[in-house]
């Protein structure tokens, strides 16, 4: 056990950092991006309507979010595969689902004033890491069929 680690210390340093530099965004959400659903999500938003926002401030607070996790993603995916194709299609997924997602929520803000609980489930896949959360055991349990 401790030769494995040993050997794969690199690979836990950058998992460590990775999470770290997650939890760094997560920790100062409110200074590095606008967001006022931040505000609004905390509170009791079940009957309340959605706050004014400045569109393209908030595309950008949560278009740069959504890139900064997609990146830390995808490096913590290629530290743990070691796996072009898999980076590949990983970033694939990452850009379709940046498209979906932010087409989804922009539709939501200006089309279903009352869908708020649609809105707090898109607009959480766009600012956490969920698809890291996803991929990595889809990949890991994909990876052990083939050796199979």
């Known amino acids: 056990m401790l030769d494995n680690l040993k050997e794969h210390k690199l690979k836990i340093l950058v998992s460590i950092l ?26 009791e938003f079940k009957n309340l309507p959605f706050p004014e926002v400045d569109s393209f401030k908030l595309f950008i607070g949560l278009f740069l979010r959504y890139i900064l996790n997609s990146i830390l993603s995808l ?26 997602l932010f ?14 609980w649609l809105l707090f489930y898109v607009r959480r896949f766009i600012i956490q890491p969920i698809f890291v959360l996803l991929f990595i055991p889809a990949f890991y349990y994909q990876q052990q069929n083939l050796k199979k």
Not at 18 to 39: H, K, M, S, T
Not at 103 to 116: G, K, L, Q, T, W
């Open 75 to 100: 490096i913590l995916i290629y530290t743990l595969f070691q796996d072009v194709e898999i980076l590949e299609f990983s970033t694939y997924m990452y850009g379709f689902f940046l498209v979906l």
């Open 18 to 43: 990775v999470v770290f530099c997650f939890g760094v965004i997560r920790a100062f959400e409110d200074q590095l991006f606008y967001d006022p659903f931040l505000n609004y999500f905390k509170e």
């Open 103 to 116: 087409v989804m929520f922009f539709v939501i803000v200006e089309y279903f004033p009352n869908a708020n």
